[in-house]
T-cell receptor
Framework: DAKTTQPTSMDCAEGRAANLPCNHSTISGNEYVYWYRQIHSQGPQYIIHGLKNNETNEMASLIITEDRKSSTLILPHATLRDTAVYYCIVSYAGNNRKLIWGLGTSLAVNP | GAVVSQHPSWVICKSGTSVKIECRSLDFQATTMFWYRQFPKQSLMLMATSNEGSKATYEQGVEKDKFLINHASLTLSTLTVTSAHPEDSSFYIC???????????FGDGTRLSIL
């Protein structure tokens, strides 16, 4: 599985968009990009995933560059409850795929 | 997505005792579950892959005789930390795989503290 690189920490004002970048320059053609977040002392929460096209759901938007070497997770209107560690992971599909977790980006949403 | 329940959420026990953690898939029949461990300020580390009806597959460095995994049904996997010691204190998390390119869904974790 390809490795990812994320900034260690970011700040965002409440109500503004939070844009979290992720580099995955060694991604393979059939690897997906998954985003999870972990609020303190809880299990990870799935946010969104994609292969090539941009994706949007009720939580966030995922923008994947055309060469697929990087992506951006967008929280359109960040709230204090979005304060968490955000993980970008690339992985193949399949039941036995393993997720390799980095240290993620610690996002602080400030009032 | 799948709803995953872990129990207990928090346990404190004396050194030398064994602790069992349950991971239940409430709305999905899971042939595969994963067990992770997370130490403070560190990321999740995969411990083992739990397969229904067969032996678990352990990651390198994880003692299978110390961390016993049983996946006897499609909705329940258990992790037993045998003869636990203070260095086993950690946050243990399970996840359920629903297949294809679908994401893993995680339980809320079990915080284990060994005195």
């Amino acid at each position: 599985d390809a490795k990812t690189t994320q900034p260690t920490s970011m700040d965002c004002a409440e109500g503004r968009a939070a844009n979290l970048p992720c580099n995955h320059s060694t991604i393979s053609g059939n690897e997906y990009v998954y985003w999870y977040r972990q609020i303190h002392s809880q299990g990870p929460q799935y946010i969104i995933h994609g292969l090539k096209n941009n994706e949007t759901n009720e939580m966030a938007s995922l923008i994947i560059t055309e060469d697929r070497k990087s992506s951006t997770l967008i929280l359109p209107h960040a709230t204090l409850r979005d304060t968490a560690v955000y993980y970008c992971i690339v992985s193949y599909a399949g039941n036995n795929r393993k997720l390799i977790w980095g240290l993620g980006t610690s996002l602080a949403v400030n009032p | 997505g799948a709803v995953v329940s872990q129990h207990p959420s928090w346990v404190i026990c004396k050194s030398g005792t064994s602790v069992k953690i349950e991971c239940r898939s409430l709305d999905f029949q899971a042939t595969t579950m994963f067990w992770y461990r997370q130490f403070p300020k560190q990321s999740l580390m995969l411990m083992a892959t739990s397969n229904e009806g067969s032996k678990a597959t352990y990651e390198q460095g994880v003692e299978k005789d110390k961390f016993l995994i049983n996946h006897a049904s499609l909705t329940l996997s258990t992790l037993t930390v045998t003869s636990a010691h203070p260095e086993d204190s950690s946050f243990y998390i399970c996840s359920v795989v629903t297949g294809g390119n679908q994401p893993q869904h995680f339980g809320d974790g079990t915080r284990l503290s060994i005195l």
